[in-house]
């Protein structure tokens, strides 16, 4: 995915693909994210964890504010394309500037939702997958019971959000589609 930006006053290009390869205009890096709840994630890269607060989810108007390290950041997405998955080159696992880190969220769009709370047991489907009605394409763990998550109509996947392992709140995004 390619997504132009607007943090705290200036203009950024971002690109990013499911396998964590990020470009945040000419620098190159490798990061995890994790949403432990609809308003954290927590972002690895290399050896450090960085803890971003959602204080505002412009996922509607495209218009986001942060908070990383006790200071609030303005993000604006203004536009978003899917195509871009394979313009990242294959980054080192090099450290980042911190504040490019919080800038990935969640993409906006179409997608699979999870329909409660709960862990990613197994996920069934990767990017590039065409996807029919009913299909299932993950299993989550909630009340220590097995679900599979079904799509309801034919798409193609054009990203995983969330590994083997991850706790997902009701609502979600954990699959992309399109």
């Given at each position: ?30 990061a995890q994210v994790s949403s432990p709840s609809p308003e954290r994630r927590v972002v690895r890269v290399a050896d450090k964890s960085y803890e971003v607060r959602v204080i505002e989810d412009g996922a509607d108007s495209g218009k986001y504010v942060l908070e990383l390290g006790g200071e609030r950041i303005l ?104």
């Open positions: 995915m390619r997504f132009k930006t607007n943090v705290d006053g200036a203009d950024h290009q971002i690109t990013a693909d499911a396998d964590g390869a990020l470009a945040v205009d000419a620098d190159h890096f490798v993000a604006t997405v203004m536009d978003v394309s899917r195509d871009a998955a394979s313009a990242v080159a294959s980054p080192t696992a090099a450290q980042a500037p911190l504040e490019t880190i919080a800038k990935p969220l969640e993409p906006a769009g179409e997608g699979i939702r999870a329909p409660m709370p709960g862990m990613i047991v197994e996920i069934l489907v990767q990017p590039g997958d065409t996807i029919e009605a009913g299909d299932p394409v993950l299993i989550l763990e909630a009340m220590k019971m097995e679900n599979e998550v079904r799509t309801t109509k034919k798409a193609t996947v054009t990203s995983v959000l969330v590994k083997k392992g991850d706790r997902a709140e009701r609502g979600q995004l954990l699959v992309g589609l399109e």
